[in-house]
Structure formats: structure tokens, C-alpha cells
């Protein structure tokens, strides 16, 4: 039997987020609150692809489409946003054999590529993907070019005194000591997020670099999702705001997704805030911390003092014969 492959409708979308439910490949930013949302700030196309045999799914690939120029371009996930993992996520796979496994696998992706390239034929494709998405050869065969992007992820699940005991010394340090009395560290709701997301905006002026994620796009995420799946920590000295870090979660990992700035204040407060984090996603049954990203020398001093695990992304590209004015099309996005 073949895999069909089509664009959700309305009502195949009251499925969409139990299809992500059941996927090892997806998490926060596949569910459809999150799609939908990316969708609206990006000023894209969402086409929720879902494959099926029979009436059973087998996989499910979010690509939003952006036209410049007169130029169509396909994204998972769109650009500028910061998602840092979106693509693909099989369904149902976890019990079949190696054979039977990569044969669905394939024949989804083939599938995927097959209605693109039909309905929007795009000049250019890219790709995030999530670190637990690991064969890469359907996205090949389709004439994707794959590099391989880092990661860290920090494992909750000895618990929170022995994983402390796993930091650097000075990560030790900062933890047991660096709090005063006068530093509090707590849930915060929208205010906190503007204040969080307006301060990663200056420091990135400050860089020269450019940054798209705005308050409005982090509080519709926060409604759109279950409650709970957005949070926003907040470091206050003296009744002052420090700094915080905006995170999502599902069952299994907590993302650090905006946040951490440089600040003034003479507290450890991106330690603490960290810390707070990860002291909370233990006591939500939640086995892993994601730090988003370890791909900047700069910042992985920092990110490598809580002794995580370096995980593997991929990013994926393909570009058609018009390349040069598909990459001038990207470029407007920014």
C-alpha cells in the first residue's frame, strides 16, 4: 500500500497535535498552536503535510511557503524566528523493522517532496531539523544538502543534588552562593516576556545583529499553546529586573529557548535563572534540559559549565537552477 501524502484540513487538524504526540522526531514548535503562530509573524504559507497508509499516519513535515520576488521559497521552520528545530517527524515507526522502517520513511519524504514540488514549486528549501531525527538519506535522495549544527542537553534525571554535583566549580559556586537574599528568581507572565525578549534585542544591537523575535510573536505562542508549555523566568535584584530566559516544554525536554543576556547587576543571575529551571523541570517529571544551540564559541564556556550532552541537528538545503535570485529573496526576509 502506498503512502498518500496531503495538506491537513480543518478537520484533519483536530488530529495534528496527537500526531505530534506520537512522533520520537517532534516537539513544542511542531504543534499546530506553534505553526500557526510562526505562520502569522513570518508572513508565510503554512502547509501541515501529513502522510498516511491506510487510515494509519506515518509522518508529519510543517513547511511554511514565502514568495519574494515572484520567487517561491519553502521553510521548516521559517526564517528569522529562532526555531531551532522544526522538519519532519515519522509516526508509528518505533516498532517496525529496519527494512520496513526506512521503506516508510522514504517513501513519506519522497512523498512530501513530490506534492511540494507540485503545488508550490519551490526554488529553494531549507531545513531545521530536530536532534532526534537522525536518518538524513530520504532528505539526500531528494537532493537536500545536509551539514551537521550542535547542540547541548542537560540529563535531569539523577535528580537535582547529584547533577549539581556534576557542574563546573564555578557553576557550583555561583548556584550554592551567588543568591542574596534581596535576588528572587520567579514565573513571570507577559510583562516578564517583553522585558525578557526587549533586553536579547539590545544586546543583539549592541552586536550589530539582527534579531525578529518580537514580545507580540513569544505572548501569541503563549496563548496558542496548553498552559504551561511557554514559561518566562525572571531574575529580580532589589525588586529590579536582571534578567530571565523564556522556555517551552513537552512531557520529556524543557528548551531554553530567548534569553540569558548580559546584564549589569553583580549576581549570577543567568547561573541562577538555569538552575531555577532546571530545579523546576525535575519536579515536573521532565528528563532533559535543552540549551538551544552550541554552536558559538562565545557562548558555550558558559552553556558547558552544567555538563551537558553535545546532540547533532541538521540543517538541509536545496537550491534549484534560479539560485542566486532564491538567496536574494531570502535575504529581503531580513
Not at 521503506?103 to 530536530?130: Q, S
Not at 530520504?138 to 557542574?167: C, H, I, M, Q
Not at 541537528?313 to 538567496?327: D, F, K, S, V
Request: hydrophobic share 35%; proline share 6%; net charge negative.
Amino acid at each position: 500500500m502506498s503512502i498518500e501524502i496531503t495538506k491537513a484540513t480543518d478537520d484533519e487538524l483536530d488530529d495534528w497535535n496527537r500526531h505530534v504526540e506520537r512522533s520520537p522526531h517532534a516537539n513544542p514548535f511542531h504543534l499546530l498552536g506553534s505553526l500557526e503562530t510562526m505562520a502569522d509573524h513570518a508572513n508565510a504559507d503554512l502547509h501541515p503535510l501529513v502522510g498516511f497508509k491506510g487510515q494509519e499516519p506515518v509522518g508529519i513535515f510543517p513547511v511554511f511557503e514565502i514568495e519574494r520576488m515572484g520567487v517561491s521559497t519553502v521553510f521548516s521552520p521559517p526564517p528569522d524566528l529562532l526555531i531551532p528545530y522544526l522538519g519532519p517527524a515519522l509516526c508509528n515507526v518505533e516498532k517496525l523493522k529496519q527494512r520496513k522502517r526506512e521503506r516508510r520513511h522514504e517513501k513519506f519524504i519522497d512523498g512530501c517532496f513530490e506534492w511540494l514540488d507540485r503545488a508550490c514549486d519551490p526554488r529553494y528549501v531549507h531545513v531545521h531539523t530536530d536532534p532526534r531525527y537522525d536518518d538524513f538519506r530520504p532528505l539526500g535522495w531528494n537532493g537536500l544538502e545536509a551539514s551537521p549544527n550542535y547542540s547541548y542537553r542537560v540529563d535531569l534525571t539523577p535528580g537535582a543534588d547529584d547533577l549539581l554535583k556534576r557542574f563546573s566549580s564555578d557553576a557550583r559556586s555561583n548556584v550554592k552562593n551567588g543568591a542574596p537574599e534581596h535576588c528572587t528568581i520567579e514565573e513571570g507572565g507577559e510583562d516578564a516576556i517583553r522585558r525578557i525578549v526587549t533586553q536579547v534585542a539590545r544586546r543583539y544591537d549592541a552586536q550589530d545583529e539582527y534579531y525578529a523575535v518580537t514580545p507580540g510573536f513569544v505572548i501569541d505562542l503563549r496563548e496558542r499553546l496548553p498552559d504551561g508549555c511557554v514559561r518566562a523566568y525572571v531574575c529580580r535584584v532589589d525588586g529590579r529586573f536582571v534578567g530571565g530566559m523564556i522556555t517551552l516544554e513537552d512531557d520529556d525536554i524543557i528548551y531554553r529557548w530567548q534569553g540569558g543576556a548580559k546584564h549589569d547587576a553583580d549576581v549570577a543571575a543567568n547561573d541562577l535563572v538555569d538552575w531555577h529551571i532546571m530545579r523546576d523541570a525535575i519536579e515536573r517529571d521532565i528528563d532533559g534540559y535543552d540549551l538551544v544551540g552550541a554552536n558559538s564559541r562565545r557562548l558555550n564556556g558558559y552553556k558547558a559549565k552544567f555538563n551537558p550532552e553535545l546532540r547533532t541537528y541538521h540543517q538541509a538545503e536545496r537550491a534549484g537552477p534560479a539560485l542566486r535570485i532564491a538567496r536574494e529573496a531570502y535575504l529581503r526576509l531580513r
